[in-house]
């Protein structure tokens, strides 16, 4: 079974401008959650999608959002980027039921980096 | 709010040393669920076991061994005989029950195994 996918794997990126980062979950999961991991704050939650839906939502300013699509795909964008979105992002996808006490597995993620 | 602690920020060993990672957590839910995850330098964190609240009992995987303590509010990871391939960040985490997919990830503790 395929792992979880990350599209691209390395972005630099100017101030100002926007970015879309994709993500695959593996085949048959419907949860996707995307995390922000710097080397100051840590692992930190952006969001989760189950079936299309925003489930939860981390502490993050409007700039970032997401969406899922019908194959479960999803996709994040931060628009107006600023030096301190310079992140590794983090997807990962969870099994059918996206409960609480699913593991999650993680994509290799998108460095991002903004000048 | 949910927290979740790793005091050691960094750990060097020696090849065959045992060593424990610390993690301990904050919680007013009675149901919950811990988790710990290994991110090796490649970047891609990898599940490596998961704890729901009502079980206690200590588990053993090889040379990989998990010590739960309710009363303490810990889960502490311990690798026996350590090799210069568990050299990684391990994360300790947190999800409750409400549904969906929300973790809380401790800082990592980052684990260097030296040959």
């Known amino acids: 079974k395929a792992g979880v996918t990350q599209t691209p794997r390395y972005l630099i990126k100017t101030r100002g401008q926007q970015v879309t980062l994709s993500c695959s979950p593996i085949s048959g999961h419907r949860s996707v959650s995307w995390y922000q991991q710097t080397p100051g704050q840590g692992l930190q939650f952006l969001f989760e999608y189950f079936s299309e839906t925003q489930r939860n939502k981390g502490n993050f300013p409007g700039r970032f959002s997401g969406r899922q699509f019908s194959n479960s795909r999803s996709e994040m964008n931060v628009s107006t980027l600023e030096l301190g979105d310079s992140a590794l992002y983090l997807c990962?996808?969870?099994?059918?039921?996206?409960?609480?006490?699913?593991?999650?597995?993680f994509g290799p993620g998108t460095r991002l980096t903004v000048l | 709010a949910q927290k979740v602690t790793q005091a050691q920020t960094e750990i060097s060993v020696v090849e065959k040393e045992d060593v424990t990672l610390d993690c301990v957590y904050e919680?007013?839910?009675?149901?919950?669920?811990l988790f710990w995850y290994k991110q090796p330098p490649s970047g891609e964190l990898v599940f490596l076991i998961r704890r729901n609240s009502f079980d206690e009992q200590n588990e053993i995987s090889g040379r990989y061994s998990w010590n739960f303590q309710k009363s303490t509010s810990s889960f502490n990871f311990t690798i026996t005989a350590s090799q210069v391939v568990d050299s990684a960040v391990y994360f300790c985490?947190?999800?409750?029950?409400?549904?969906?997919?929300?973790?809380?990830f401790g800082t990592g503790t980052k684990l260097q195994v030296i040959p």
């Open positions: 919680t007013r839910d009675t149901t919950y669920y």
């Open positions: 985490a947190l999800s409750v029950s409400g549904g969906y997919q929300k973790v809380t």
């Open positions: 990962a996808s969870s099994l059918v039921t996206g409960g609480p006490s699913n593991e999650q597995f």
